[in-house]
């Protein structure tokens, strides 16, 4: 399980895991709109890191990011680390 600590956004962290494939699964986030995290827990899982980040990058909500834009940069930051 990775967990990232989110900025800006309602959410104040965001567990994960990423299969050997790079498919994204037990997507959980911590705080924020619980609706509206589920969803995009549900929407997501089962997808290729890299298509999620495509998907979520420069989402809006306030402070210049949202929760799925939290999401992807979790991404991004567990790709450098794991490449």
Do not use: W
Not at 8 to 36: A, P
Not at 41 to 48: I, Q, R, S, Y
């Amino acid at each position: 399980m990775h967990t990232y600590t989110t900025r800006g956004t309602c959410s104040h962290h965001i567990e994960f895991d990423v299969k050997d494939d790079n498919t994204l699964t037990k997507v959980k986030f911590i705080g924020g709109c619980t609706g509206n995290t589920q969803g995009i827990a549900k929407l997501v899982e089962g997808k290729n890191i890299d298509e999620v980040i495509s998907l979520l990058k420069g989402i809006q909500c306030r402070a210049g990011t949202s929760c799925p834009d939290q999401l992807a940069t979790a991404l991004i930051k567990y790709k450098e680390k794991n490449n």
